[in-house]
């Protein structure tokens, strides 16, 4: 019978407790180093949230865009949603604060960012403000007092513009609204087009070609 270790035992069942490597009689704590870096790296080039967002010309008074097939219970859960609430922007000039949006909004209290978008070459960056309100119809009383309005001396801008600050499915939806509505457009258009030249041929022929009797 093979004699037992007691000692090499004992080790290793504290190794399985408090989580330590073994190298004879040298016990090491487990490295974990790797593993931080790795949470570090993922937490770095995790999805931007920003990234979601899509700056839209569409007026500010315009209905909430639904997806077409979301059934009823998914949107009432919607509706429940922090996330859904009624958004804005307004381009403001670059350097504005939060506090100057803060005071030109004060009576309604939103949530304010400053974001920054680029066209094109590094000088060309424009800021903006994403203004969440609470309820639509603070939102559109905001729009009803403010929209239009000289804010030259806090946001650095004549006239203010609020427009619906959309997700990218959102915008993806009124995208194709408007793709079929041209192509509606277009196809009535060249249907047109085909009857006019079509009535202009028959007159001509009742007007020039001679007719044969039988």
Same mark, same amino acid.
């Given at each position: 019978?093979?004699?037992?270790?007691?000692?090499?035992?004992?080790?290793?069942?504290?190794?399985?407790?408090?989580?330590?490597?073994?190298?004879?009689?040298?016990?090491?704590?487990?490295?974990?180093?790797?593993?931080?870096?790795?949470?570090?790296?993922?937490?770095?080039?995790?999805?931007?949230?920003?990234?979601?967002?899509?700056?839209?010309?569409?007026?500010?008074?315009?209905?909430?865009?639904?997806?077409?097939?979301?059934?009823? =219970? %998914? &949107?009432? +859960?919607?509706? /429940?949603?922090?996330?859904? $609430?009624?958004?804005?922007?307004?381009?403001?000039?670059?350097?504005?604060?939060?506090?100057?949006?803060?005071?030109?909004?004060?009576?309604?209290?939103?949530?304010?960012?400053?974001?920054?978008?680029?066209?094109?070459?590094?000088?060309?960056?424009?800021?903006?403000?994403?203004?969440?309100?609470?309820?639509?119809?603070?939102?559109?009383?905001?729009?009803?007092?403010?929209?239009?309005?000289?804010?030259?001396?806090?946001?650095?801008?004549?006239?203010?513009?609020?427009?619906?600050?959309?997700?990218?499915?959102?915008?993806?939806?009124?995208? =194709? %609204? &408007?793709? +079929?509505?041209? /192509?509606?457009?277009?196809? $009535?258009?060249?249907?047109?087009?085909?009857?006019?030249?079509?009535?202009?041929?028959?007159?001509?022929?009742?007007?020039?070609?001679?007719?044969?009797?039988?």
């Amino acid at each position: 019978m093979a004699k037992l270790d007691f000692k090499k035992e004992k080790q290793i069942e504290l190794a399985a407790i408090w989580g330590s490597e073994v190298d004879g009689d040298a016990r090491y704590p487990k490295r974990r180093g790797g593993t931080k870096k790795i949470r570090r790296s993922e937490t770095i080039a995790g999805p931007n949230p920003a990234d979601d967002d899509l700056l839209s010309d569409v007026d500010s008074n315009a209905e909430a865009v639904n997806p077409q097939n979301e059934t009823p =219970q %998914k &949107a009432k +859960k919607a509706k /429940k949603d922090p996330k859904k $609430e009624y958004r804005l922007h307004c381009f403001v000039e670059p350097g504005t604060s939060k506090n100057a949006v803060r005071t030109v909004f004060d009576a309604y209290q939103p949530k304010v960012e400053l974001r920054i978008t680029q066209k094109g070459n590094l000088l060309n960056k424009s800021q903006y403000a994403v203004l969440t309100f609470r309820h639509k119809s603070m939102a559109l009383h905001a729009v009803q007092k403010l929209d239009g309005t000289n804010q030259r001396d806090t946001l650095g801008v004549e006239k203010l513009k609020l427009n619906l600050m959309l997700s990218r499915r959102q915008g993806s939806i009124i995208r =194709q %609204k &408007a793709n +079929k509505q041209q /192509k509606r457009h277009r196809e $009535e258009r060249i249907k047109g087009q085909i009857l006019d030249d079509k009535q202009f041929i028959e007159r001509f022929i009742s007007q020039y070609v001679p007719q044969t009797d039988p």
